[in-house]
C-alpha cells in the first residue's frame, strides 16, 4: 500500500512541478514583449532624458 501512495504522491508533485513551469513560461513571455515594447517606445524618441524607459 506505501508503494502506491508513493507513486500517487510523486505523480502528483510532477503534475504541480509542470503546471507551475507553464504558467512561468506564459508569465516570462509576457515580460519579454512588455521589455520590447518599451525597447521599442525608446527608440522612437519618446522616453526619458538618457534613453532609459525604465525607473531602475
Not at 508533485?13 to 513571455?29: E, N, T, Y
Amino acid at each position: 500500500m506505501f508503494p502506491l501512495i508513493l507513486v500517487l504522491l510523486l505523480a502528483l508533485l510532477l503534475f504541480g512541478a509542470g503546471f507551475a513551469i507553464k504558467i512561468l513560461w506564459w508569465v516570462a513571455i509576457v515580460v519579454l514583449v512588455l521589455w520590447l515594447l518599451g525597447f521599442v517606445a525608446r527608440s522612437t524618441g519618446s522616453g526619458g532624458s538618457r534613453g532609459r524607459w525604465y525607473r531602475w
